[in-house]
């Protein structure tokens, strides 16, 4: 299970139902409550039946055994309206929560901010939400189930059999222990063996991928390696299932202890009961009663047990994920807007993954005035993406702070606040699959252009409209137009370019595009952010010289400042990297 457990989640998962439909939820605990009962009454009242017809000698007793044959009739039919009751009650409040809990996620989505759906693991996030908001009543009603239902039932049981004989209430809840500790133990074993086989798992994912992903399949043909896959994959599948063998066969050996010491027991609690009854201490009512009501009592406990907590205990990722995604809904993020004139000041920003060891950003000190257009550049891993999140508000400085100011006034530092007025194309951004227009304005929603302008965006960034314009649907999946990495590149900038924003962060906008359309497309991109302040990523030193200024990162410092000429006369990363590259292209004749 998880770190927070399947009380704590399901207890929080209970609030948001609670705060849903109250009143729905009170009556749907009342019904559990009454459903257990039911089958207790019906034990009842079936000894009371029994009782009446042994005791049945005069007149008098015909007449009790009449009213206990109507009660005891009553007592089924109870239990089986309640069960129909209960369980359709429970379908119906579900679907009336849907809708509840999908608008608590919608609304919390509808406030991220759009350009947050451009980082994978947010979309991640989001779809692991969606699937919990489907299971999450399930899941958390299995706690009331576990406290109305089958506590109800097995409270009232064990008052009953304890008033009747204490013996015969300890031994017939004794007999369920095994059953108990195996389930356990069969638990902690497959949490064990998941998570040793999870990284198995991926490989044989991966490898089978491989072989017959769209992405791969051509490579793989081409490198001749569909063997090599093969025989990997077939190896992991196999040592996967030797452990998962290994596992049933404890398994299915201590499920065999545990029925054949279930069998002893049960037949001593029959004995018990003969023996109870033989020497008056118990009716025989109570007797017939009792021994009809032991395989109920054992297929609760089952269902419970085995079915509806390992079900739950199961499941409660999904609620985790839901209530993750829906944190902050009632207090939103406080948010700042970039504003034209403002300058932006990073002061000793900081900043390390979660699984990095060293500074992705390391004490970076920056000012960049309103309007200039900036090129980042730097090897790989420098830290140039990472700088353009901090900049945009994903990831917030472990150290040190990000202010905005006009100069002059007062600055307001936007450390944890949510930014507006930004617009961003990350390096790994997404390929929706919609129509072109669509893939466009998802970038600004609120904001009205007519076809003709996003047709000339696509014209400027050569996006090419067939037939079916704009509407073009995009991608293989819905029957649309499959693209090359280069052309949802375009798509992605042109996405950038349409939002409004006064600071346009493009991160290797063009790494897809060949050299030659690179420059034409470079342009356009700095004709776009015309008097707005722009940062650019781009690993072509031949770019940056259209940049007002550049930023040399490396190991996560800025190591150079300048512009291009200013750059090109110091003897340092810049130049180093420039006439690298410059004599490969003209090695390779591109420039
Ligand atoms: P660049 O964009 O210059 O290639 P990045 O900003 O992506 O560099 O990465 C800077 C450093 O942070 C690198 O050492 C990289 O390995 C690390 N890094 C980047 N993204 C992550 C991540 N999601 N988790 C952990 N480490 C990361
Ligand atoms: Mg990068």
Redesign the pocket.
Same mark, same amino acid.
């Given at each position: 299970m998880n770190k927070k457990g399947f009380v704590y989640y399901n207890l929080v998962g209970l609030k948001v139902l609670f705060r849903l439909q109250r009143k729905s939820m009170c009556l749907y605990c009342i019904l559990q409550l009454i459903h257990g009962l039911s089958y207790v009454a019906q034990v009842f009242f079936l000894q009371r039946f029994y009782d009446s017809i042994t005791a049945y000698d005069s007149a008098t007793e015909q007449y009790s055994v009449v009213i206990n044959l109507i009660f005891m009739g009553l007592s089924f039919l109870l239990a089986q309206i309640m069960n129909g009751v209960a369980n359709s009650y429970g379908q119906i409040l579900n679907e009336a929560l849907q809708k509840g809990l999908h608008g608590i996620l919608y609304q919390r989505i509808s406030l991220m901010d759009s350009m947050e759906f451009e980082h994978p693991q947010k979309l991640d996030m989001i779809n692991k939400a969606v699937n919990g908001s489907q299971t999450i009543f399930w899941v958390s009603t299995a706690l009331l189930d576990i406290v109305f239902f089958y506590f109800s039932y097995f409270g009232m049981m064990s008052c009953y059999l304890f008033s009747m004989q204490p013996l015969l209430a300890v031994s017939v809840i004794l007999v369920f222990v095994p059953n108990v500790i195996s389930y356990f133990i069969h638990m902690i074993s497959f949490r064990k063996l998941e998570n040793r086989i999870a990284p198995m798992r991926r490989k044989t994912e991966s490898f089978l991928g491989y072989m017959t992903g769209k992405e791969y399949v051509k490579e793989t043909r081409h490198l001749g390696l569909y063997h090599f896959f093969c025989e990997r994959y077939e190896n992991t599948l196999r040592k996967i299932n030797e452990l998962n063998l290994k596992l049933q066969y404890k398994k299915s050996f201590i499920d065999f202890i545990v029925c054949t010491m279930t069998v002893i027991f049960y037949g001593g609690i029959v004995f018990m009961l003969y023996r109870y009854a033989v020497i008056n201490q118990i009716t025989p009512g109570a007797f017939a009663a009792v021994l009809l009501s032991l395989k109920q009592f054992y297929g609760f406990m089952y269902e419970l047990i085995e079915e509806r907590f390992a079900w739950a205990s199961q499941n409660v990722i999904s609620i985790e994920n839901y209530l993750k995604c829906i944190e902050g809904y009632h207090n939103e993020k406080e948010s700042c807007h970039y504003e034209k004139d403002m300058n932006i000041v990073l002061k000793n920003v900081c900043f390390t993954?979660p @699984? =990095?060891s !060293?500074y992705?950003l390391d004490h970076v000190n920056l000012t960049i005035p309103y309007g200039q257009t900036i090129a980042l550049v =730097?090897e790989? /891993? @420098? /830290? !140039? @993406?990472?700088?353009c999140s901090v900049i945009e508000g994903l990831y917030a400085p472990c150290q040190g702070d990000i202010v905005f100011n006009i100069s002059g006034a007062k600055e307001t530092s936007v450390k944890g606040k949510k930014r507006i007025g930004i617009s961003a194309v990350f390096?790994k951004f997404v390929q929706y699959r919609m129509s072109i227009k669509d893939n466009i304005t998802i970038s600004d929603m609120g904001k009205n252009t007519s076809d003709k302008g996003i047709e000339k965006i696509c014209n400027n960034v050569d996006i090419h409209l067939d037939k079916d314009g704009i509407g073009a649907m995009l991608g293989r999946e819905f029957d649309g137009r499959e693209l090359s990495g280069g052309q949802w590149q375009r798509i992605a900038i042109a996405r950038g370019i349409y939002r409004d924003c006064n600071l346009m962060i493009m991160?290797e906008p063009t790494s897809a595009i060949d050299p030659l359309e690179e420059s034409k497309l470079f342009e356009k991109i700095h004709e776009y952010s015309g008097d707005k302040t722009a940062i650019i990523?781009t690993h072509r030193m031949a770019l940056a010289k259209l940049a007002d200024r550049v930023l040399v990162?490396k190991n /996560?410092k800025i190591v150079q400042d300048g512009t291009h000429e200013q750059l090109l006369q110091e003897e340092g990363e810049y130049k180093k990297l420039y006439s690298m590259q410059m004599k490969w292209y003209m090695e390779s004749n591109v420039v």
């Open positions: 993954y @699984s =990095g !060293k992705a =730097g790989n /891993g @420098s /830290g !140039k @993406s990472t700088l390096q991160d990523v990162m /996560g």
